[in-house]
């Protein structure tokens, strides 16, 4: 027996592990609408598919019996936009560490398993249908000031300037972020606290970064607080959420120059640096 599915060409055969599931889907029609959980059978779904691969079965499905598909978000499917941002049995991204929902594959679920699919749940980022949520507060953070607009003309040879090892593991960490929200979602306070502090870190710790490097503490943070977020308690659960594990160390840094920032006034920090 084999069930082919023609959206995706997905080809699921006698020989190959499946799995029968169910579904309870957070389904709301728009962000003033009431939302509710709808229950969905999603039974001969292969064991090697990805989650959002699941999805896509499961609204071909019902798109065949007239009814509206469910809307999530999606876009490269890799493992670096973070699009995919979906709470699955109460843990963001699922319950694999380290992993993105488009990396999660349904192996990672028992055959008959109820599995539990819910939008970010944060007051900074609303629900805008379904399990899509508006994440735009967090491109508000960067834009307030997660860039360096210094003119540097050609960009010059990588080689030139000479930096630790140590600075450049520890910023490179930090620029993993791909901004799907996950350590708000977890956090108990919604705090955007891990993602602007990678962002600050990341350009910080290198020598580009320098020039602007208190004002973008003092401008991010400040527009973090504006958007709405909670603050932050150090509960550590952000970084366990994080499917780029980056650590709240992070947010040590960024508080270290938020406060330094904060002691001199701002038309003095676009000079400042280390």
Known sequence: MSYRLSAIGYRLSAEGKIVNLTLHVWRQAGPNSPGHMVRYDAPDISADMSFLEMLDVVNERLIERGETPIAFDHDCREGICGSCSLMINGAAHGPNPGTATCQLHMRSFRDGQEITIEPWRAKAMPVVRDLIVDRSALDRIIA????????????????????????????????????????????????????????????????????ERLRRARR???????????????????????????????????????????????????????
Do not use: W, Y
Request: aromatic share 4%.
């Open 220 to 274: 991010m943070v400040t527009q973090m607080d504006i958007e709405g977020f909670g603050g932050c308690t150090l509960f550590g659960e952000c970084q366990e959420a994080c499917p780029k594990q980056i650590s709240i160390d992070t947010i040590t840094m960024m508080n270290r120059d938020f406060l330094r920032a904060a002691l001199v006034p701002e038309a003095a920090t676009g000079a400042e640096s280390d």
């Open 144 to 211: 307030a000031g997660g860039f360096i607009s210094a003119p540097t003309g050609c960009a010059p040879d990588g080689n030139s300037i000479l930096i630790g090892k140590h600075l450049v593991d520890t910023a490179m960490d930090a620029a993993q972020c791909i901004g799907c929200g996950a350590c708000v979602a977890a956090c108990p306070n919604g705090s955007a606290s891990l993602f602007t502090a990678a962002k600050i870190t990341h350009l910080g710790l290198l020598p580009q970064g320098q020039p």
